[in-house]
């Protein structure tokens, strides 16, 4: 996770650097914008059951491309289609376990816990709504878009370490189909990006031991950057 952070701010850096410096658009009238994005955030769950709670950093790491499509002559406002890739991981304290292909969840209470998670590869399809200040000339401008974004998880893992073990397998209880709203705005090279998912993270009806079903909804806020 530290590599992947370290990377991540560092190609945040780099890329900003160089659209600061970079020469005036060529595209005159037909100009488009922001069609490739890298992104960092942090996972809070919500909706926790009874006793849950976020352990360690919960992360997000995505990148794709979007294709612009302006909707009127300034070329300021249009529609985004994209497709991308994402992964994510959410720590807490609940213990997933397989037996028999049987998979049970505890809330804690294993020996020399230290940490477990559920962790996501997902191929993410985005929509969005787009505004801008933006002109044929300048790379510096405001951006407000807003959408949806619809992700298909192709690996779902649980993990647990404990001061003894480490032990991980593929979880058939992530749902495969993810998908929420988006929101991102900001300024030049810095954006503030948002999700709030619409559906849970796992399965309809999957429950801890006290049995209280796990109905986690995932808020995601962190900070994305557009070239083109």
Request: with cysteine; charged share 20%.
């Amino acid at each position: 996770m530290k590599h992947y952070c370290v990377l991540t701010i560092f190609l945040f850096f780099y890329l900003g650097h160089s659209q600061d410096n970079a020469p005036q658009k060529q595209y005159g009238a037909k100009y488009l914008e922001d069609q490739f994005y890298i992104g960092l955030g942090f996972n809070l769950l919500l909706d926790k059951p009874t006793d849950v709670a976020q352990t360690s950093l919960s992360y997000n790491l995505q990148t794709g491309f979007i294709k612009d499509i302006p909707l009127n002559v300034q070329r300021n406002f249009g529609i985004g289609l994209g497709v991308g890739y994402a992964t994510n991981s959410y720590y807490s304290n609940i213990v997933a376990v397989q037996e028999n292909d049987v998979i049970a969840y505890q809330v804690g209470g294993v020996d020399g816990f230290r940490r477990s998670k559920f962790e996501t590869h997902a191929i993410e399809v985005p929509f969005e709504l787009r505004w801008r200040t933006s002109n044929a000339s300048d790379y510096k401008f405001w951006r407000i878009y807003t959408g949806a974004k619809l992700g298909y998880v192709f690996s779902g893992k649980s993990r647990l370490v404990t001061d003894d073990d480490k032990t991980n397998f593929t979880n058939d209880n992530i749902e495969k189909l993810q998908y929420g709203l988006t929101l991102s705005f900001g300024y030049n090279t810095w954006n503030i990006h948002a999700y709030y998912s619409l559906n849970p993270l796992l399965k309809d009806g999957i429950m801890v031991n006290g049995g209280e079903v796990i109905d986690l909804r995932v808020l995601r806020i962190g900070v994305i950057f557009y070239i083109l």
